[in-house]
């Protein structure tokens, strides 16, 4: 699986937009780029995913460019409720035995 | 709506004494996994199980076993639970072909 590196922590303040970048440089050609969210004492929850260009649903919005080696998780005008830890995940799980591999995510503050 | 709950938010054990941790999903998915979350490590992979009665490593196995007689149901085990296995464990369930995964609330385990 293709390794993501991601900044550790951001900050940023209520109604702003903040866009977390993920890098994978050794992304394959099947390979999905996929983001989720965990709150404290609670399990991961699905943001958002995507395979080239922009995908966009209520939540947030997805960026990748052609070359794909990078992707950027944009989270327009945040709340305190965003305040979270965000993973972004590459790889191929059409098999169905493939497994996802998480990173430390970007701990994720939202200041009023 | 997908659930996926988990036998104990909590748990104390000693060391040496033989561990349960029961997770069930209720939208007959095929896939299901065990994965533990450290501070600073983010979220590993235990096990995975893609149907009935199968099951694979992930990448950290070691002290761990698991069970999966039933569908919806999969069961890691600590054979002889030691002071470095506490952590938060979290199972997450996925629909064999889909990438999403739904994780269930976690159990933080203590060992003393």
């Known amino acids: 699986l293709a390794k993501t590196t991601q900044p550790i922590s951001m900050d940023s303040y209520e109604g702003q937009e903040v866009n977390i970048t993920c890098s994978h440089n050794n992304i394959a050609t099947n390979d999905y780029i996929t983001w989720y969210q965990q709150f404290p004492s609670q399990g991961p929850r699905f943001i958002i995913q995507?395979?080239?260009t922009k995908v966009t649903n209520e939540v947030a919005s997805l960026f990748i460019p052609a070359d794909r080696k990078s992707s950027t998780l944009s989270l327009p005008r945040v709340s305190l409720s965003d305040t979270a830890v965000y993973y972004c995940l590459v790889g191929d799980w059409d098999t169905g035995r493939r497994a996802l591999t998480f990173g430390s995510g970007t701990r994720l503050q939202v200041q009023p | 709506d997908v659930k996926v709950t988990q036998s104990s938010r909590y748990l104390v054990k000693r060391t040496g004494e033989k561990v349960f941790l029961e997770c069930v999903q209720d939208?007959?998915?095929?896939?299901m996994f065990w994965y533990r979350q450290d501070p600073g490590l983010g979220l590993r992979l235990i096990y995975f199980?893609?149907?009935?009665?199968?099951?694979e490593k992930g990448d950290i196995p070691e002290g761990y076993s698991v069970s999966r007689e039933k569908k919806e149901r999969f069961s890691l085990i600590l054979e002889s639970a030691s002071t470095n296995q506490t952590s938060m464990y979290l199972c997450?369930?996925?629909?064999?072909?889909?990438?999403?995964?739904?994780f269930g609330p976690g159990t933080r385990l203590t060992v003393t």
């Open positions: 997450a369930s996925r629909r064999s072909g889909q990438r999403e995964q739904y």
């Open positions: 199980s893609y149907d009935v009665k199968m099951k």
């Open positions: 995507g395979y080239k």
């Open positions: 939208m007959d998915h095929e896939n």
